[in-house]
């Protein structure tokens, strides 16, 4: 029961201390466009009279951050649920990351070169005025292009994050909506949905607690160490 224990107390210490790089990553993403930051979760057993720590995942924080005025009309925000639709060299991707701009070839896409998505597909823009309205209309010189794909997922579906403000969709495709009010924002960014303050103290909080199980493992170590040179007398 007593290697159980010492077990659980490392699988504890490890997860926190991926908790730590976690709220560490949302730290370094306070200021980094619609990021969503994740929220460490534990599941734990009991042992004994204790609960030890068993596990610990990360699950993403949709909330919606706030919308800042940037005066580029390439920048959209949106000011609901949903993700724009992106399509690049591994398919289909989505993101709350609205910076976009014009390739060589006249094509709406992401800095990282992944085209945005209409319904009827890529976003051709040939002309000089270049409008999308709340609805996500595309308007070049008044003329209407396309509409913003912009999707919602159902609760509880597998967004894995790939970097760069990018998310994969592990599910059902049958079970993704197209938004139907999606409150455009033109000229516009989505900040990050960090809260600087509240994250570093729970920075705080979660560093005292790993160093509490070191110090239990710490502990654990010295027993053993003098419990084998008892041995060893005898």
């Known amino acids: 029961m007593k290697i159980e224990f010492a077990s659980g107390i ?15 990553d949302n730290v370094a993403n306070i200021n980094t466009p619609g990021y969503k930051k994740e929220i ?4 734990s057993r009991p042992f004994a009279q204790a609960t030890l720590l068993v596990e610990m995942k990360g699950e993403l924080d949709l909330r919606q951050g706030p919308l800042q005025s940037t005066g580029n009309p390439f920048d959209m925000a949106i000011g ?20 976009f701009r014009l390739d060589p070839e006249g094509y709406l896409v992401t800095a990282d070169g992944h085209y945005v998505m209409g319904r009827n597909g890529r ?15 595309v308007l ?21 994050r790939e970097g760069h403000g990018l998310f994969r969709y592990e ?18 960014l989505e900040g990050s949905n960090v809260e600087g ?19 239990v493992l710490q502990t654990m170590d010295e027993m053993a160490d003098e419990a084998i040179r008892t041995i060893a007398r005898i």
Not at 40 to 43: K, L, P
Not at 142 to 159: C, H, M, N, Q, Y
Not at 176 to 185: F, R
């Open 80 to 99: 609901s649920e949903g993700f724009f639709v992106l399509q690049g060299p591994e398919g289909i991707r989505y993101t709350r990351k609205g910076s």
């Open 40 to 43: 460490a979760v534990f599941s």
């Open 140 to 160: 070049v010189d008044g003329e209407p292009v396309d509409t913003l794909r912009i999707v919602s997922f159902p609760k509880g579906a597998s967004l894995l």
């Open 10 to 24: 490392v699988t504890a210490a490890l997860a926190i201390e991926k908790k730590m790089r976690i709220i560490a």
């Open 123 to 137: 976003i051709m823009v040939e002309g000089k005025a270049f409008v999308v309205n709340e609805q996500g209309d």
């Open 171 to 188: 599910g059902d495709e049958g079970l993704i909506e197209e938004v139907e009010a999606p409150m455009v924002k033109q000229g516009f």
């Open 197 to 215: 303050v509240e994250e570093m103290v729970e920075l705080i909080e979660t560093s005292r607690l790993f160093e509490a199980y070191q110090k």
